[in-house]
């Protein structure tokens, strides 16, 4: 009973009050106004932002992607320009011929043929590097080639013991460029 009293009590206050009216009516018209914006505005402009929010997370990671390809290629670059030439090779083999005999041991004729280059920029080199002496001191000239700054590596190593020396053929193996 009382819930009806309070309904009929507003429904006389509504019909004789035109202030109270309007203002309803104010409140509907904005709580429809409302409804609208967020149908035809904010529900659109939320898919646009998580389209704009996926495209922004696949440029980054392109721009990730790019800087981390210039690092490469200044890397590269560098490495490239560490691989002798033609010309540097005697100055290859007189760096190795010194470390050899730096620890102590006796070169031997250091033969190399320059290859015959295709149409690649590199080309692979080949050289026999015959020493001897002691053990010891081969060993620690393997490391030292192993540990050079150079772009050598070994291909091939036989040992051969005569009378307390140590006789070792090595093939080692590089990449030159043309120029």
Known sequence: MWLHHIKHRITLQLGENRKLQRALLLCAALLCANALLYVFLIVPAAGRLSQAEARYAELKKRRVEA???????????????????????????KEFVQKARGAGLAVSSINYDIPTRGAEELALLTFSF???GKYADI???????ETSDRIVGIQEVKLDGDKGRVKLQMKLMTYIREH
């Open 130 to 132: 015959p020493t001897e």
């Open 139 to 145: 060993k620690r000239f393997l490391y030292e080639v």
């Open 67 to 93: 800087v981390l390809f210039q690092k490469q290629k200044k890397e590269l670059a560098g490495l490239l320009a560490g691989i002798p030439t033609q010309k540097d090779m005697p100055l290859l083999v």
